[in-house]
């Protein structure tokens, strides 16, 4: 578990406090329940800024993400040789470094990095296309490769295929996202490919492919993935979004595959949460896909 206490890729204060409220509802003791060795390695912090900037005068906080992409892609390349680094958000520009980090692991042992985007958002918008100037909309197209980082964003070491691309919970897609994922060749389940076909035949279609390709996976868990009725304690809620129980099978039928390598858990806003419950939730997703089980034996689907 590593700390990323980034909260300035959105527009509001207590992404922060993500990290320790992981903690508080006891991320580790939930791990540890289920046979696994967890080290907690605190929370990152950067030293210092670079001094970059760009045209596009709404984009906020730039130094401090790029600053934060640079520590953390550093960070979980080192850690993904010793184990399944779990990043703690923070707001979802993480995912810049650590997609970055995960990348060049990835070229290292010559295996594809697969990527599973449970998410409302594509978060896909360039330096140039975003209107919000919210960081955390940018890193898939920063990790993709889309022009118009270079020279700020650190050098990606090994671009994301978007083929390897799989989002699911899709429900809020700005213009020129949208006009990307059309151009691009990214798995797109949106709600209404959930209602239409259920969670699980699409994920089924996703983790064959992961497996016939031996590659590593990652999962970015945006908590607006989540139906805010369930997930308040994010900053971004969009109604509609994945229920309590397609959101356990995910992580259930993840477990199944023992195909995850890496994980981030991003976006939890405790300022937002009531009482904790939010956190509380991710934590129980996480125990699923680490192998919390209703019953002792695997689960019989026909
Ligand atoms: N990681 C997130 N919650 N991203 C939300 C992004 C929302 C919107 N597309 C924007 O760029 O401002
Ligand atoms: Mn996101
Ligand atoms: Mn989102």
């Known amino acids: 578990m590593l700390g990323a206490p980034v909260q300035e890729g959105t527009g509001r204060l207590g992404c922060d406090m993500g990290p320790s409220a992981f903690r508080a509802a006891g991320l580790a003791g939930a791990l540890r329940e289920l046979g696994h060795v967890v080290v907690d390695r605190g929370n990152l912090a950067p030293t210092s800024q670079p001094e970059v900037r760009h045209g596009n005068a709404a ?15 550093a960070t979980i390349y080192d850690a993904s040789a010793e184990g399944m680094p779990i990043t703690l958000g923070g707001d979802h520009s993480l995912a810049a470094g650590t997609l970055s ?62 083929a390897r691309i799989c989002m699911m919970g899709i429900r809020s897609v700005d213009p020129a996202e949208r006009a990307r994922l059309a151009a691009g ?42 139906d805010p009725d369930i997930a308040p304690g994010v900053g971004t809620t969009v109604p509609g979004g994945a229920t309590f129980r397609e959101a356990h099978l995910v992580m259930e039928m993840l477990h199944d595959s023992d195909l995850v390598t890496s994980l981030d858990l991003v976006e939890l806003n405790p300022f937002l949460d009531e009482r904790g419950r939010t956190a509380r939730l991710i934590v129980d997703l996480v125990a699923s896909l680490m192998g919390r089980r209703v019953l002792d034996r695997p689960t019989r689907s026909h």
């Open 185 to 226: 060749d990214v798995t797109v389940h949106d709600m209404r490919a959930i209602d239409e076909h259920g969670v699980a035949v699409l994920l089924r279609g996703f983790l064959e492919k992961v497996a016939a390709a031996d590659g590593l996976l990652h999962v970015s868990l945006d908590v607006d993935f989540l």
């Open 101 to 162: 980090g995960l990348s060049r692991r990835a070229a290292d042992l010559e295996r594809p990095l697969f990527v599973l985007w449970l998410d409302a958002h594509p978060d896909l918008h360039t330096l140039d296309s975003t209107e919000s100037g919210n960081l955390h909309g940018v890193p898939m197209a920063y990790a993709t490769g889309q022009p118009g980082f270079e020279g700020i964003f650190p050098p990606l070491a090994a671009p994301l295929d978007m």
């Open 59 to 73: 984009i906020k906080s730039l130094p401090e993400i790029v600053a934060w992409t640079e520590l953390l892609a």
